[in-house]
C-alpha cells in the first residue's frame, strides 16, 4: 500500500537552532498538506499545496517558519529560529486533487515528533 | 471559521462491548463531509469512516457507524463489539465542500478498549 514518506521520525533542536523536515506524498497526489500536532490536541494545518503552489498558508508562522514544494513532488517544512512552543507532532498528508464528490480522506505520515530543548 | 468539538477527553470500554465518541461541529456550510481518524500509538492518522453531509443515511464501515444529525450538527462514532485493537486517539473532522480542502479536527478523545 502506498504511504506518506516522512523523515526525520525524531528530531531533538536546541532552541534558535534552525531545523528541516522532509515529505514523500504517494506518487500522484498533487495536494500535499503540513500539519501540526501539539501534544493532546488535533492537528492544525500550517499549508497547504496544490502542486508547487501554495493554496493555503493563513496559519504559517512566517516569520520563522517556511514550506516549499518546489517540483510539485517532495516537500520540506523549515523552522527558522526554533522556539520552546514548537514542539509538536508535525504531519504530513497528501490527496488527489478534484474527488469531487467523493471525498477521500487524505493519507497522512507517522510525522516527525520534534523537541525544543 | 468551522469548529469541532469532542467533549469526551477520555473513555473506556471493556473488550467486546459497544461505546459511542461524540463529536458537534459549528458550521454555517450546507455542503461538507465529516469524518473520524484513529490515532494509535505508533502515530499514524487513519480513516475510520466518512459521511457525506448531503446524504441522509449514516455511514457504516463494518463494526464503526455514525449517528449524523445534520441539523443539531452532531456526528458520533459507535463502536461495536469493541476491541483491543481499537485502543487509540479518536479525532473527529470537518471538511468544507470545495475552496480549500483542509481538515479541521476536534481535540480528540482518547480510547481505551480494556480485556
Known amino acids: 500500500e502506498a504511504e506518506v514518506a516522512q523523515s526525520p521520525r525524531y528530531k531533538i533542536t536546541e532552541k534558535s537552532q534552525a531545523v528541516a523536515f522532509w515529505c514523500d506524498p504517494i506518487s500522484g497526489h498533487a495536494t500535499l498538506y503540513w500539519y501540526r500536532q501539539i501534544l493532546g490536541q488535533g492537528p492544525e494545518l500550517l499549508v497547504q499545496?496544490?502542486?508547487?503552489?501554495?493554496?493555503?498558508d493563513s496559519q504559517l508562522p512566517k516569520d520563522r517558519f517556511s514550506a516549499e514544494r518546489l517540483k510539485g513532488v517532495d516537500s520540506t517544512l523549515k523552522i527558522q529560529p526554533a522556539e520552546l512552543g514548537d514542539s509538536a507532532m508535525y504531519l504530513c498528508a497528501s490527496s488527489p486533487v478534484g474527488q469531487g464528490i467523493y471525498s477521500a480522506g487524505y493519507t497522512f505520515g507517522s510525522g516527525t515528533r520534534l523537541t525544543v530543548v | 471559521a468551522q469548529t469541532v468539538t469532542q467533549s469526551q477527553p477520555e473513555m473506556s470500554v471493556q473488550e467486546a462491548e459497544t461505546v459511542t465518541l461524540s463529536c458537534t461541529y459549528d458550521t454555517s456550510e450546507n455542503n461538507y463531509y465529516l469524518f473520524w481518524y484513529k490515532q494509535p500509538p505508533s502515530r499514524q492518522m487513519i480513516l475510520v469512516i466518512r459521511?457525506?453531509?448531503?446524504?441522509?443515511q449514516n455511514a457504516t464501515e463494518n463494526r464503526f457507524s455514525v449517528n449524523f444529525q445534520k441539523a443539531a450538527k452532531s456526528f458520533s462514532l459507535k463502536i461495536s463489539d469493541s476491541q483491543l485493537g481499537d485502543t487509540a486517539m479518536y479525532f473527529c473532522?470537518?471538511?468544507?465542500?470545495?475552496?480549500?480542502?483542509?481538515?479541521?479536527f476536534g481535540k480528540g478523545t482518547k480510547l481505551t478498549v480494556n480485556p
Open positions: 499545496f496544490q502542486d508547487e503552489s501554495v493554496v493555503d
Open positions: 459521511q457525506e453531509a448531503y446524504k441522509q
Open positions: 473532522a470537518f471538511r468544507r465542500q470545495g475552496g480549500s480542502e483542509k481538515l479541521v
